[in-house]
């Protein structure tokens, strides 16, 4: 019986038929992944066909994200699947990674190329790009934003609303269309907002009141019908001051509310001019204790602030609540951490509450009524599901989780 030939290739040969330099041929020699033998006069290398597709098939299965020592005890039957497991939620993570970058570089292109379409507006993939940017350092977030050409206002309303670059505006216009329609900005009452104004024992009356974070104003007419005071409205959305004027005039209180557009991180005012400044639910767009800091020089001496803040009302929470939570405000803590808080600040707590959960009911049936308005009007959105899943969290988990209301005397 004639025998067979065996096809053998040169190192040269070899590494035209694996796609791979000299030297790495080597390597995997030094690693005996390869065994080549020897011309039997000149004693170069020399390689078999079936040595050249073992290489081969190593080298695709490379691709899988295993080592080339993985690679080889897979080959001999030996590889834990266990670690093949582990290596698939690596490789799931770096592809997540991976399409996160392409979406950052996307719409830095999409800021300076006219010619680079958007992305549809369901596919937010920058959303856990900017929750993580936020989490490690929110100054730092900002400076980026703003680098980029980010007004402040739009810079807010990125971090904090629809957390992606690229489709903002369209976001924002569908955020809006529920958020302006809806008679108050945030979870609060008439019932709350004077349960802690009537605990300012002031003397002389107090008759400068500042309303930060206003929205359409209906804690800033609140003040005004229950004080002689002026009332100065600051919000960065001039449609809600817009709206506050109209109605401010319709209830004839024009002459004591003064609407301003401008930022609560650079107050516009005199420092000390304040006898009262008052913030429901917005004081977390700079930071529970920078506001603290920060506003606290434009109070008299002995004056008063009004500040309610996302806090935690049972120790004992459900992993969705948490879950959520640490996505779009991992600073939040529990109301006793905020009171120490503002004794460190200076301030003396004159009140302390959680808002009742019926101002939060109040709130959410307001806008499930505008969603469904919305959605009739627009279709689906991404800013519509968003606005679902904090009802249903609520629904969920509402007494998990409050405002913490806090009346302070600065000291």
Known sequence: MKEELVTLYSIK????????????????????????ERHPENRYRLYSEAAINRLIILRQIQKAGLSLKECHRFMEGKLNPALIRQRMQDLEGQIEDLRQAGAVLRALLNRTDEETPSLKPTDNSLKPWHMA?????????????MQQGFSEKETIHIRWVSRDMENHNDYMENFLAVFSQMKRQGPGSE??????????????????????????GATSLLLAKSTKAQVTALDNHQPFLDHLDSESKRQGLERQITTVNGSMTALPFEKEHFDLIWSEGAAY?????????????????????????????????SAECEAFWEREYPAITD???????????????????????????TFYDDMEAQL????????????????????????????????????????
């Open 13 to 36: 040969e070899a590494t035209e038929k694996i796609g791979v330099a000299r030297s790495t041929l080597l390597y995997y020699e030094k690693l005996g992944l390869i065994k080549p």
């Open 133 to 145: 940017f936020e989490k490690q350092s929110a100054e730092a977030h900002t400076i980026w934003l």
């Open 191 to 216: 019932t709350s907002t004077l349960r802690s104004f009537n605990q300012i024992k002031a003397d002389p009356p107090i008759q400068e009141i500042l309303d930060v974070g206003c929205g359409k």
């Open 285 to 317: 767009i700079m930071g529970f204790e920078k506001a603290l800091a920060d506003w606290k020089p434009y109070l008299k001496n002995g004056g008063h602030l009004f500040i309610s803040e996302a806090v935690w009302a049972k120790a004992q929470r």
């Open 335 to 361: 109301l006793e951490t905020r009171i120490k808080q503002t004794e460190e600040a200076g301030y003396r707590v004159i009140d302390s509450f959680l808002l009742p959960l019926n101002d939060w009911l």
């Open 372 to 411: 469904k308005m919305a959605i009739t009007q627009y279709g689906p959105h991404p800013a519509f599901e968003d606005m679902q899943q904090e009802m249903d969290l609520f629904r969920n988990y509402g007494e998990e989780y409050s405002y913490g209301c806090l009346l302070l005397k600065k000291i």
